[in-house]
């Protein structure tokens, strides 16, 4: 990078708002910021310009093809500078056989202080701090989202494993990825709960540095998936550690921002903490230390909350997802009794016997292959090997694949949720396509969709 005056010519005068460029071969305005250029790899600054004071860093908002920049007020004065990267074709394409087309934009958060590690003082490990390339958690990512997006498209199919010909309703696409080399916004007003009082992320900054408006309204943007490392002070390693609170971030599992019903999500409400737009959209929120699996399960959690919703507008209680479907005790509202043999939830699959327990191998009665809601489908013996032995087509085999067995199992659950193509009756009827609520939230609630007719 070099310091232009207005007209052009080299110039080394600190403090003054100069031009530079980038490695992606852009010129950009820049301020001087010694926190935004030690963040930054792929940029080199002077030396001189990181000694200057970053009380008189001062960024205005500006885009070029490929980066946007902007200040963050209340934010220690980071700057916020999204480097926009290339989609592979095969994350892009529209599914062909989907009935929906699920656009998505992803937005990576790897803060760096020295351009090649993440820096473990913004994203330590949960019992170690570690030192991570950003080379190999690109590579990580890399490899994951295409299983994320393959799982939510495959999990749409109805008993996919059994009818192959069942289109997926869903059909999950990346249509712009962006990567900041910074941690994330802290919110100046959510916080979390006591005693630690978290910050939660600013997704209005977020959300304003990628166009999400134009992304929503525009380009039919349904999600965003945002990447980022966590900092929370009940981490062993931050425990035991030297960290500065002004890291520490509370991320939401999901938040859901829409002009028709506000926030159905498994997640914190705060009121104006999404921008709201003339379509709603989803943020979730991964986890760069973790696997797919962790994603997914997030979504799954998501999908939850919208379907109970739905039902309890339907029917003034949500009865029929979570004691029909799933199999809460009946007149259990804790959430912490369910019965065996039928769908299960993202905790519980038809055999566990406690949260988390979707990899037991003891064989269990369960109509989750042909579940009704009068309980008179037939019921065969599952265990994990039912869903761990499904030869689902996944993306990247030959790369590791961190907890698998359990993906598989959030695949197989989603493919019981009735589907496109669905013959479950229900007085008389065959239920609606719940994939509709996903597919088009507004529309739906417009419609009044529920769980059935």
Not at 338 to 343: K, N, T
Request: aromatic residues 10%; charged residues 20%.
């Amino acid at each position: 990078m070099r310091n232009l005056s207005p007209n052009g010519a080299a110039s080394n005068s600190p403090g003054q708002v100069c031009e530079a460029d980038t490695a992606l071969g852009l010129r950009v305005n820049i301020a001087p910021c010694p926190e935004w250029a030690a963040s930054q790899p792929r940029l080199r600054l002077a030396p001189f310009l990181a000694a200057i004071s970053f009380a008189i860093a001062i960024m205005l908002m500006s885009c070029t093809v490929g980066i946007c920049q902007s200040t963050l007020p209340g934010n220690r004065g980071i700057v916020m500078k999204m480097e926009k990267l290339p989609v592979p074709a095969s994350l892009s394409a529209k599914n062909p056989k989907a009935l929906y087309d699920m656009p998505v934009v992803i937005i990576r958060f790897l803060p760096t202080a020295d351009g090649v590690h993440l820096d473990p003082m913004k994203c330590p490990g949960f019992y170690e701090p570690g030192l991570t390339t950003l080379e190999e958690i690109q590579r990580q990512i890399d490899t994951a989202n295409p299983r994320i997006a393959y799982a939510l498209t495959e999990g749409s199919r109805f008993r996919g494993y059994k009818f192959p010909a069942n289109p997926p309703t869903l059909g999950y696409r990346v249509v712009a990825e962006f990567v900041c080399y910074a941690q994330t916004p802290a919110s100046k007003t959510n916080k979390g709960s006591p005693p630690n009082n978290v910050p939660r992320i600013d997704y209005h900054e977020i959300l304003k540095a990628v166009d999400a408006k134009r992304l929503v309204e525009s380009q039919g943007v349904k999600q965003f998936w945002i990447w980022m490392g966590y900092c929370d002070p009940d981490f062993p390693s931050v425990k035991n550690g030297h960290y500065s609170a002004e890291d520490f971030r509370g991320p939401d599992e999901s938040k859901m921002s829409s002009p028709t019903t506000g926030d159905i999500s498994n997640s914190l409400h705060y009121k104006d903490d999404l921008p709201v737009f003339n379509h709603t959209y989803l943020v979730m929120s991964f986890n760069i230390a973790r696997s797919q699996a962790e994603t997914i399960h997030n979504y799954c959690h998501q999908l939850e909350s919208m379907f109970a919703y739905a039902g309890e507008k339907q029917d003034g209680n949500d009865k029929f997802f979570w004691d029909d479907f799933v199999g809460r005790t009946p007149g259990n509202t804790t959430g912490d009794s369910f019965l065996a043999g039928r769908c299960g939830w993202t905790h519980i699959a038809p055999n566990s016997t406690e949260n988390y327990d979707v990899l037991n191998k003891s064989l269990v009665k369960s109509d989750i292959e042909d579940w009704r809601p009068d309980g008179k489908g037939e019921k065969k013996e599952v265990n994990a090997d039912t869903w761990t032995s499904i030869p689902y087509a996944w993306p990247s085999p030959d790369e590791p694949f961190l907890q698998k067995d359990e993906t598989q199992w959030y695949v197989y659950w989603m493919q019981a949720i009735p589907g496109h193509g669905n013959q479950i009756p229900f007085r008389g009827r065959p239920l609606p396509n719940w994939w509709l609520l996903v597919a088009d939230w507004d529309k739906a609630m417009r419609d009044k969709t529920g769980l059935h007719k």
